[in-house]
């Protein structure tokens, strides 16, 4: 019998309780890693009672650190203004005090809560900023620059990509397949390692191990079956699949890295890629240089160090207009 069926839910409230407050300690206490907000961020998503329960706690808190602005103004507040041997057996205690009123108080408004849909997850990156994410089934995304992730709160098998690049290491379910879904297409995993690109007008995924499935969502259409070195580009009118070398497409991920690796490709090309991680622009508005060639590595957000790398291979002209530089002969 389960702890619902049993009429018991609290002590399974106040442990979780007790997890949020935890997190909340560890949040306000500051040093707060990347990795730590990965795990965090993984803890949130396993539920919408973990969601529910460190909203409710922050709250509390919050609320807390309100009401001492103005003197004990409650019976948890004055029982805590007794010597401390640190601010975070404080907390501690305070929080202690909230996780028994949430689990208390709270009683079937807890638990209620988790009858409702679950709310999606949103993750997003800044301009030059990057993510990762990491699933509780072990499943991990990176996020590239300028980007937005829904994880669906009901199946963590699904997300929405709204803009952006996004790498997916996906832990493989026959069962229940993980599914991407951006631009009007879905693509489906079936054990797979692949990226995804989403521009205005077009999509693009490519593998680099295992396969995947993509297909228009609304049409009937065969699904294209991708396979280690097939990079797609989709539109709302066309798909295309091309064949190029595994080593080819990494280099399409060197970003995970914090590079940009160009391979004979046009200096127009390689300034629209340095414009999607830096907020000062390349404008290359002479035909004729924008159809030059350049090869090289290049840090994602060293706009300066990529200028200089072209004037001194290519003999361009370089000018600096604070927010933008133009390329010119």
């Known amino acids: 019998m389960s702890a619902t069926q049993s009429g018991s839910p609290l002590p399974d409230a106040r442990i979780i309780g007790e997890q949020a407050a935890a997190w909340l300690e560890r949040r306000e206490r500051g040093g707060f890693t990347e990795e730590d907000n990965t795990a965090f961020e993984a803890w949130l998503a396993e539920s919408a009672a973990h969601q529910t329960a460190y909203w409710r706690v922050r709250a509390a808190w919050e609320r807390a650190n309100r009401l001492s602005a103005f003197g004990p103004q409650s019976d948890v507040l004055r029982k805590t203004r007794a010597p401390e041997k640190s601010s975070a057996q404080l907390f501690r205690r305070v929080a202690a005090a909230m996780v028994a009123v949430v689990a208390l108080g709270a009683g079937a408004a807890f638990y209620f809560s988790q009858s409702a849909p679950p709310a999606d997850l949103t993750y997003a990156t800044t301009v030059g900023g990057k993510k990762a994410i990491m699933l509780t089934d072990g499943s991990r995304i990176e996020?590239?620059?300028?980007?937005?992730?829904?994880?669906?709160?009901?199946?963590?098998?699904?997300?929405?990509?709204?803009?952006?690049?996004?790498?997916?290491?996906?832990?493989?379910?026959?069962?229940?397949?993980?599914?991407?879904?951006?631009?009007?297409?879905?693509?489906?995993?079936?054990?797979?390692?692949?990226?995804?690109?989403?521009?205005?007008?077009?999509?693009?995924?490519?593998?680099?191990?295992?396969?995947?499935?993509?297909?228009?969502?609304?049409?009937?259409?065969?699904?294209?079956?991708?396979?280690?070195?097939?990079?797609?580009?989709?539109?709302?009118?066309?798909?295309?699949?091309?064949?190029?070398?595994?080593?080819?497409?990494?280099?399409?991920?060197?970003?995970?890295?914090?590079?940009?690796?160009?391979?004979?490709?046009?200096?127009?090309?390689?300034?629209?890629?340095?414009?999607?991680?830096?907020?000062?622009?390349?404008?290359?508005?002479?035909?004729?240089?924008?159809?030059?060639?350049?090869d090289g590595t290049f840090p994602a957000n060293n706009v300066e160090a990529f200028l200089d790398a072209v004037q001194s291979a290519l003999k361009v002209r370089v000018e600096d207009r604070g927010s933008e530089a133009v390329i010119s002969h």
């Open 143 to 294: 996020l590239n620059t300028d980007t937005i992730l829904r994880l669906d709160g009901a199946n963590r098998r699904k997300v929405w990509l709204d803009k952006g690049e996004a790498y997916f290491d996906i832990h493989h379910n026959a069962s229940h397949p993980f599914v991407v879904i951006a631009n009007g297409h879905r693509v489906t995993d079936l054990g797979t390692k692949f990226f995804i690109r989403e521009d205005a007008d077009r999509l693009e995924v490519a593998l680099i191990e295992g396969r995947a499935s993509l297909e228009s969502v609304g049409k009937k259409s065969k699904p294209q079956i991708l396979t280690p070195g097939h990079f797609a580009v989709a539109t709302a009118s066309l798909t295309s699949v091309t064949a190029k070398p595994v080593a080819t497409l990494a280099n399409d991920l060197s970003w995970r890295n914090g590079t940009l690796i160009f391979r004979g490709m046009t200096l127009a090309d390689a300034a629209s890629e340095f414009n999607r991680y830096n907020r000062k622009k390349l404008l290359v508005n002479d035909p004729k240089v924008a159809r030059l060639k350049i």
